[in-house]
């Protein structure tokens, strides 16, 4: 694939996989380490990005986005940066419990009051869907203000990314968009200057090997 001289590349991936995630537990802010497994996606995610020049590789500091972002560094030789405001969504006192969404998503009803509980927990001792917001756009707005026709990757959340791609989406009209992002998936987009970003790959989990939870 030929790529534009005056673009810009974004690499966003999602960091491996944790115990609580096996478990079907809900993170947020709680800090959990890469399982054995999320460690083996880690670095098949690794050696997929093997040789790419980035200026820069931006983290989460949380623990299972900065040692997938660990694993990348030492195939791509740059140093993990870490950003406080691409911490995931704080859930408050939902935190740690069991995450319902496998038995909800089929449900179109269920989902509505699925996120209404989660935006409820917000907002009684977590964070808000607003600041969630606010703190993510303007983190990927001041990144990608400073692109300079290079090439980055933020390794990050699931709710993170999807708000950076959400926003890249609506940028170019393309608001009803939907997808998910697999932990360990990366998605890329080209941005230009003064034009729509482009998405060139989204969710990909070819490189995983069959190894992921759905």
Not at 11 to 33: A, C, F, K, M, N
Not at 39 to 55: D, I, M, P, V, Y
Not at 59 to 70: F, G, V
Not at 96 to 121: E, M, N, R, S, T
Request: charge should be positive; charged fraction near 20%; proline fraction near 4%.
């Amino acid at each position: 694939m030929e790529i534009n001289k005056s673009a810009s590349r974004v690499y966003l991936v999602r960091h491996g996989v944790t115990d609580w995630i096996e478990q079907g537990i809900l993170h947020g802010i709680s800090d959990r380490p890469l399982s054995p497994l999320g460690l083996e996606q880690a670095q098949l995610t690794a050696l997929a990005l093997r040789g790419l020049k980035a200026s820069h590789l931006y983290t989460s500091p949380l623990a299972r986005a900065a040692q997938t972002a660990q694993a990348i560094s030492r195939e791509i030789r740059a140093v993990p940066e870490p950003i406080a405001e691409l911490k995931e969504k704080n859930y408050g006192w939902l935190e740690g419990k069991q995450d319902l969404w496998p038995l909800v998503k089929q449900h179109a009803a269920l989902i509505l009051l699925y996120h209404a509980c989660l935006d409820l927990a917000g907002l009684t001792g977590g964070e808000s869907p607003g600041h969630f917001e606010r703190r993510v756009i303007t983190a990927w707005k001041s990144l990608r203000n400073n692109l300079n026709g290079n090439t980055i990757i933020i390794v990050a959340h699931f709710n993170v990314l999807r708000t950076i791609l959400k926003t890249e989406f609506a940028a170019g009209g393309r608001e009803s968009v939907k997808f998910s992002l697999g932990a360990c998936s990366i998605s890329e987009i080209e941005v230009f200057p003064n034009a729509p970003s482009r998405i060139v790959q989204l969710n990909n989990m070819d490189h995983l090997n069959g190894k992921s939870i759905e």
